[in-house]
């Protein structure tokens, strides 16, 4: 397993590994191109996408309009679904062969089931879930920095030994590549000789969500509620104030393990990471689980009867009161400035 | 269903956990530990097959000496046997080199039919160990299930992802990771404690070092791990937050709503 010494000369340019949801280029995709091109950049080295599945070649060759130097298209039959084990099989034998010095994913459920395995097929190192990733201007190496231990210690590490440097990054923290009519790149099709037909993991079928899917890492507005609450029916004022907003429904864990509500509206370490422009916190403590997933927010607004409540520290407004008076009130003056607005519309 | 083999991490309970500024690895010294609550569903995920087609159930945990108190507490709530992989040569491991030692703890124990591993480590860990275990024993995975039918010698795994769920059929042998969702962890019992604290208790932890598994030293520990910790610093949201004063509800909310539509949120 363990390879003699790598001669770290030898690895060149940044890979994007790309994704397809239905057919279509992966938001997160885009926004790695544009990191992954800021990194090549500055190494002076190529921006290459690598695209794994079957029968997508129109599809994979949109990405060439994102100012991408080449797309690697790893094409067979087998990997039509994904598949763990086949995925990370084509893709290594690539990176075998062609040696690329970084390589890129988003912190999707694809990433997280292979790169960790490639990264052990390679013996090299993966930091997972990063919310920045840069070049060392002294010597050259990918500083990938994430947020570890709940939030509270921004850490960055290096893979100095060892090829290629491997790293996850969280979507939606860096901006898409830019759509460009011209192209300079091209589309190569790798078919790789996958063997083994049957990798043990079948997929039988997809079971979509019960509900209207809970979007929370893409939210612009959130309004969450807490043990604050005190009852479940209390979500109902939270999703009306959601719903004048055009928001989406947050929830703290105490809430979700109260059985209030169902746990993909969780935010927070365990919960999902939200980076929205408004985020209303009503009836939360602010624990540092909580805060840790809302740190990137624009605005935090929090409504609490307790004025020590951690999560005054760190709002930009916060309003001590009931949340049972302050939501009916907030939502009837947003409803008086939406009239006004529309009263004086011509 | 022969054997059960869950990897089990011992965690610091607390958020204050600092740095050790020349190495760069965590300071655990004089603070609280626990066992990964991530790995209590894996555990009792095991144990409920246990409890069904008398399975095995084997713990296992690579750290210190004092990580044994996991076993323990993991064979109070109905484990068989706790494994600790125990070496100075593992410390500073990252984590491909701790699930290399996994990895070889497994196979000198043999003949599984399922590895569990938590959905990740509480203490920074990032839910690579599980598939690293997979890929250094070619075995295949599934990560983040939610539930679990046995039929025969086959499995019928759901899978949770982003966009909602993967129904799975595997053999095994299989590592799988677990949700929070998959069950409601047991609390240990009477004779479970017995079993762990009692008189015999030590009988049912067996210790592991490198040399036991022949481990190559360089390969793991800090020399053997290909990350390294560049730089670190606490994060510290300097934030002035402002306070809105008034005399009702009805007077809050519409300083606030005026604030926010001036800064153009609503
Ligand atoms: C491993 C681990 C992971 C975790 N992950 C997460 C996570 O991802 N997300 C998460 O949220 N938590 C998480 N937690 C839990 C976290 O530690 C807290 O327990 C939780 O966030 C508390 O939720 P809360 O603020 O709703 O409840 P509480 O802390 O009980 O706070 C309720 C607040 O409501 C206020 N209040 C009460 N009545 C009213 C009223 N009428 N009007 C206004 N205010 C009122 C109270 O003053 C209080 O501040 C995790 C914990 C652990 C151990
Ligand atoms: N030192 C360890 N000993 C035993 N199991 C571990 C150890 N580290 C990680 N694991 C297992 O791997 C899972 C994922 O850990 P991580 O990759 O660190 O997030 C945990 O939930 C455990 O099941």
Redesign the pocket.
Known sequence: MKKSKVDIKEYSDVWVIGELIDGNISPVTLQLINVGKKLANKLNKNTIVVIVGYGEKDRVTKLLNYGVDKVLYIEHKILRNFNVMGYTEAIYKLIEERKPEIVLFGATSMARDIAPRLAAKLDTGLTSDCIKLDIDERDGKLLRTKQGLGGNLITTTICPRNRPQMSTLIPNIYRPANYNEKIFGQVEIINPEILCEDYKVKFIKKIPLEDKKVNLADAKIIVSGGRGLGEPSGFKLIRQLADTLGGIVGASRAAVEAGWIDSRHQVGKTGTIVRPDLYIACGISGAFQHQSGIYDSKCIIAINKDPYAPIFKICDFGIVGDLYEVIPALIEEINKKQQRYFDNFP | MRRII????QVPETDKIGIKQEKGTLIRENIENIM?P??KN?LEEALIIKDKFDAEVIV????PPQAVDVLKEAISMGADEGVL?NDEAFSGSD?LA?SKV?AAAINKIADYSII??????ID???????PQ?AELLNLPQVTNVKDIKIKGNKLEIVKATEDGAYLLETETPILL?TTTEINNPRSPTMMGINKAYGENGNKRISILSGKDLNINPKEVGLEGSPTNIYDFCMSKKSKTSEMIEGNKAKEKASILINKLSELNYI
Do not use: E, S
């Open positions: 869950v990897c089990i991490k990964n991530y790995d894996a296992i945990t690579m750290g992989i984590t701790t996994l569990f591993c938590g959905q990740k480590a920074g860990g990032t839910a690579q160990v599980g275990i990771t």
